[in-house]
Every structure is written in structure tokens, then in C-alpha cells.
């Protein structure tokens, strides 16, 4: 174990804690494209999943555009081609590959927190939180990019707060025209009717969600796998990532997808909101049409936002019964995950900095292990799965 | 500051399009389903029990012809997302989608 470089041995836990933080962003965002299918029974839960992670997987085959600038919006570890920077990396770039593992760790540990709660918080943001409190711990505050310049969307603030300000309220008002529209047109159509014909629309809509979610999401592990390999010497070509770990990125977001985040799909199918099938049509679509609409731009949004923002506008559109308290509690979820995941990647820098070399990675490492295991074990006195998925919402289950 | 008006900016362009194709394909939907309703006869629409309803052509035709222009949306909404994946960047001149490799 002596002659093995501990940046060989670093590298290593950050491609497979990148892979896990993949798993986990798979079986978050499960229910941003098939929660209201689930909740109509447009599908049942278990073809639900196998569909949403069939098209995670061909979506994220789909995006060879090289992702090598998945961190350069928020902290400036990288040159402008998407190297890192040479200065950074004098130490044989273990000190970035630190930054890198305790930023990722911050997110696995967020996310699999905000999915006990069954709250429906955004990967990217755990993402981008871990890495800038990472980065503050490891390099100081200056290294990270808080704004853009002048009208250029960038930056802490510009590329992730303002559209997470904004994206919410956009898919609501869309959702809401949307919802109030379809059922005026379709007024009078016996209900069995109705139901049926709309069913396949939001499979068309569930379906399109799921594969932009592949092409997007995936991608952001694979650069950040294929920073890694950068930083450590391991890999030199800015132009290309290696095709193991496009194949690994992709089957660790699917297989994530597949398992189903069955405690969200519960909370955004049945908590905030009872939804019909031309309801779950209507906020699919509007979910679908912002988030395209906004990649065109060039505006970085949360699916996870959009998707909870359509479905909360399907419910005021046609005057349902919005379940407040479990709103409240995901906006408050929203607020948190950038400081929180920010916290936590931060206190895991210092920890694996404190005890330094191989040691101090596999001390990140086992923490990231013991806090999943603690919450999945904790999760298991009230379990969730596919089999009680649609059963009826009791008020605040405590 | 600057940012604030940028995002402004942004967002409303995004519910603008956002509202014609999100809220409008729906719309434009639920118009095929309601002509599926008389495409069964209204059978399908609310009706007296003693009231017997003719099947209508027209109603079936009208509904299949949308469901195939929203199936065709969708279409171009996949190859919009295959597009941007493979590196390729999409303007519009008018409606008339414009292929660019970046």
C-alpha cells in the first residue's frame, strides 16, 4: 500500500463517489418526470421507472458535447479550455481531488437527507453547493465565482440562485393557463373518457422530461469524472471523455432512476397536490416547454423546480386543494440545499485535510458510507416502495 | 444588478414561449380528445341514458389528425434535445428551425 501514490488512491474515491452522487441525482429526480403519471396510474409504478430510466440512459448516450465546464460557472479551478489550472495542481493536483471529493460528498449526503424527508430538492443545486463550499474551505472565498459580468448570466448568483428565483413561479403560471384551458375545452367529456385519452398524453410528455433529464444531468458527473482524471494526470484530451466513463455515468444515473425515488414520487405525486390525468398532462407539458425554452437561452435551471412549480400550478389553475404545509416545506428545502450542501462539502474538506493524505480521503469516504447507511436504515421504519406508493396522504406523517 | 435585469430578461422570453407551447399543445389536445368524443358518437361526452348518439367520421378524423400534429411536437421536441446533445446549436429564422455545429 506504501508505493501506491495516494493521488492514484484519491482519484480513484472521487470516480466512485462522482458515480454514487450520479446514482443518487438518478433516484432524486425519478419523480420530476413520473410522479403524476404514477399518481394517475397513466402507468404503473414499476413500467414507470423502467421507462424514465431507459430514456435516462439513451439521453445521456445522446450528449457527446464534452461537459468539461460543468464547474467553471461557480468556482474558478479551471482554465478557459477546461483544463485546471496549472498552479493548482503543483502538489500532483491532490488538493483539487480533495475539493472535488468533499464537494461531492456534501451532495450525496444532502440529497439522500432531502429523500428521507421526501422533498424534492435539486441535485444541481447539492452539486454546486458541495463544490463552492469545498472550494471556499480548500482555496478561500475568492476562488469562487459569485456573479457574471454585466448582462452575461454567471456565476453563484447569476447561473444558479436568480433562475432558481425565477423558475418555480415560470412553470406555475404555464402549468396553470395550461390546466384552466384543457379543462374548459373539455368540459362535458365523460370523465372515463377524459382520463383515458389524457393517460397517453402524459406518457408522450413523461417520456420527453425523462430523456432531457439523460442528456443533462449525466453529463454533469462525466465532467466531473473527467476533471478528476485531469487534475491527477491521468487523462489530457480537452476534447474528449473516455468512454468508460461516458458507459459508467450512464448506467449509474439509470440504475438510480430504476430504483425510484419512491419517497418523493409519493410527495410530488399525492402531497402537494391530488392530480388528474389532464392535470399531469398539462404540468408535464409545462415542464417539458420551460425547461427546453430555458436550455435555448442558455438559462441553467432545476428540473426539480420546474416540475414541482408546473405541478403546484396545475393544482391553482383549476382551484384543487394545494396541501400548503408540504409546499412550505419543500420551498424551505429549496433555500437550504445550496448553504447545506455547502456546509457539508466545507466540514469535509477540513476533516479530510486534518488527517491528510490516502487517510484523509478514506476517512471523507467512510463518512459519506456510514451517514447513507444511517439515513437508509432510518428510512426503513416508514418504508415506501412501489407497493404503497398511491396509498391515500395522511396530513403531516410523522 | 445587471444580473437581475438579465434574468428578468430571460425569464420572461422563457414564459412567453413557455405559455404558447407548454400551455398551448395541451390545449390544442384536449381539443382531439373532445373530437374523439364525437368521434364515438358522444358516447363519450355526457348524456342522457335514452339518447342514442351517431358515430361521427369527421370527429374521429379531426382527433387523429391533432394527435398526430401534438405526436409530431414531441417528435421535434426529441430532436431538439438529440440536437443539443451532440453539440449542435439551434436558431430560428421565423419558425424555421436553423441547424449551426458549435
Not at chain 1, 424514465?52 to 479551478?77: D, H, K, M, P, Y
Not at chain 1, 469545498?134 to 454567471?154: N, R, S
Not at chain 1, 375545452?185 to 393517460?199: C, I, K, L, N, S
Not at chain 2, 364525437?38 to 369527421?58: C, Q, R
Request: charged share 10%.
Amino acid at each position: 500500500m506504501d508505493d501506491v501514490d495516494p493521488v492514484l488512491i484519491l482519484m480513484a474515491i472521487v470516480v466512485l463517489t462522482a458515480l454514487a452522487f450520479d446514482f443518487t441525482n438518478g433516484f432524486h429526480d425519478t419523480a420530476n418526470a413520473m410522479a403524476t403519471s404514477i399518481a394517475t396510474k397513466a402507468l404503473s409504478p414499476k413500467a414507470a421507472v423502467t421507462l424514465c430510466a431507459v430514456l435516462n440512459l439513451v439521453g445521456a448516450f445522446l450528449s457527446i458535447e464534452v461537459a468539461l465546464t460543468v464547474t467553471t460557472a461557480v468556482i474558478r479551478i479551471q482554465t478557459s479550455t477546461g483544463g485546471v489550472r496549472p498552479e493548482l495542481v503543483t502538489d500532483g493536483g491532490f488538493n483539487i481531488l480533495l475539493i472535488l471529493l468533499s464537494g461531492l460528498a456534501g451532495a450525496i449526503i444532502w440529497n439522500i437527507l432531502t429523500w428521507l424527508w421526501g422533498l424534492p430538492s435539486s441535485s444541481s443545486h447539492a452539486l454546486v453547493g458541495g463544490l463552492v463550499g469545498a472550494t471556499i474551505a480548500g482555496l478561500g472565498f475568492a476562488e469562487v465565482k459569485w456573479f457574471g459580468e454585466a448582462e452575461h448570466l454567471d456565476g453563484v448568483v447569476g447561473k444558479v440562485v436568480l433562475p432558481a428565483l425565477a423558475s418555480p413561479f415560470i412553470a406555475l403560471v404555464v402549468s396553470a393557463i395550461g390546466t384552466k384551458i384543457v379543462f374548459m375545452v373539455t368540459r362535458g367529456v365523460a370523465e372515463r373518457y377524459r382520463e383515458a385519452g389524457f393517460r397517453w398524453g402524459q406518457i408522450g410528455t413523461a417520456s420527453l422530461l425523462s430523456l432531457s433529464h439523460g442528456t443533462n444531468d449525466a453529463q454533469k458527473t462525466m465532467g466531473m469524472v473527467t476533471l478528476a482524471l485531469i487534475a491527477s494526470g491521468q487523462w489530457h484530451d480537452l476534447e474528449a471523455i473516455p468512454l468508460w466513463v461516458k458507459v459508467a455515468c450512464a448506467v449509474a444515473i439509470a440504475a438510480g432512476t430504476y430504483i425510484g425515488g419512491w419517497r418523493i414520487i409519493r410527495t410530488m405525486g399525492h402531497g402537494l397536490v391530488q392530480v388528474s390525468s389532464p392535470q399531469g398532462m398539462a404540468a408535464e407539458a409545462a415542464s417539458a416547454a420551460v425547461i427546453l425554452a430555458s436550455s435555448q437561452m442558455g438559462f441553467a435551471l432545476s428540473t426539480t423546480h420546474v416540475a414541482t412549480g408546473s405541478i403546484l400550478g396545475t393544482g391553482l389553475g383549476i382551484g384543487a386543494k394545494v396541501r400548503w404545509s408540504v409546499a412550505k416545506r419543500m420551498v424551505f428545502a429549496w433555500l437550504t440545499t445550496l448553504p447545506a450542501a455547502g456546509a457539508m462539502g466545507a466540514i469535509m474538506y477540513l476533516i479530510g485535510h486534518l488527517v491528510g493524505g490516502a487517510a484523509g480521503a478514506f476517512t471523507v469516504f467512510g463518512l459519506i458510507v456510514l451517514s447513507a447507511l444511517g439515513m437508509y436504515l432510518r428510512s426503513r421504519r416508514d418504508k415506501i416502495s412501489s407497493a404503497n406508493i398511491n396509498a391515500e396522504w395522511k396530513e403531516d406523517p410523522k | 444588478m445587471s444580473q437581475l435585469l438579465a434574468a428578468l430578461d430571460a425569464s420572461w422570453r422563457i414564459l412567453l414561449v413557455g405559455i404558447l407551447l407548454g400551455a398551448g399543445l395541451p390545449a390544442v389536445f384536449a381539443f382531439g380528445i373532445r373530437a374523439l368524443a364525437w368521434g364515438s358518437g358522444g358516447e363519450a361526452e355526457d348524456h342522457a341514458v335514452d339518447e342514442v348518439n351517431k358515430p361521427s367520421l369527421p370527429g374521429r378524423l379531426v382527433a387523429y389528425s391533432i394527435f398526430t400534429l401534438v405526436v409530431l411536437m414531441v417528435l421535434i421536441g426529441i430532436g431538439y434535445i438529440a440536437a443539443h446533445g451532440m453539440g449542435w446549436v439551434i436558431t430560428f429564422d421565423g419558425i424555421m428551425p436553423v441547424f449551426t455545429h458549435k
